[in-house]
């Protein structure tokens, strides 16, 4: 089961470099990301989602390539690229992967303008390391389904106090 943890930043770029920490963290096994998106509040009060993973951009890829594929078979390459790169362009638009991007804008509604929120969607965490490496990191929880006792020691590790878990 995964876990989910909106925190909020006063910035765009505190939010994107925690998001990079906690992606860095991925790399040594600390913890398994499924997904992390960066909401900002934009001045005209619009809220932008900075996905990791652009489903429309990779669903034109893999339709270009089978568009290629199938074109050159019926020598006409050129018509089934575009077909093929149309097609799973509308195909990725339509497919949602990981948090809920209706969610993610009105929960981003509360921010101020200029504000940033960072959703992450964790499956797996060493939860005591993962905190450790946070502490201090500012920002505040707006959301998670964390049990209360994990999400009063990331509470305090953001605010830069050393928690504790229970066994």
Do not use: C
Not at 6 to 31: G, H, N, P, T
Not at 54 to 78: C, Q
Request: a negative charge; proline letters at 3%.
């Amino acid at each position: 089961m995964s876990d989910l943890i909106v925190i909020a930043f006063d910035s765009e770029e505190k939010a994107e470099s925690v998001r990079q920490k906690v992606l860095s963290m991925q790399k040594e096994y600390l913890v398994e990301v499924g997904d992390a998106v960066v909401a900002v509040k934009l001045p005209n009060g619009h809220v932008k989602l900075n996905q990791m993973f652009h489903p429309t951009a990779a669903g034109a890829a893999a339709g270009s390539f089978w568009g290629l594929l199938i074109g050159v078979l019926f020598m006409m390459p050129l018509v089934g690229v575009a077909i093929g790169a149309g097609a799973g362009a509308l195909g990725g638009a339509m497919t949602d992967f990981g948090i809920n991007d209706k969610f993610m804008k009105e929960l981003g509604e509360s921010l101020r303008p200029g504000g940033a929120a960072l959703f992450l969607l964790i499956r797996k965490m060493t939860a005591d390391k993962v905190f450790e490496d946070l502490r201090g990191v500012g920002g505040t929880v707006l959301r998670t389904s964390l049990d209360h006792s994990r999400e009063q020691a990331l509470r305090d590790a953001l605010a830069g106090h050393l928690a504790t878990l229970p066994a």
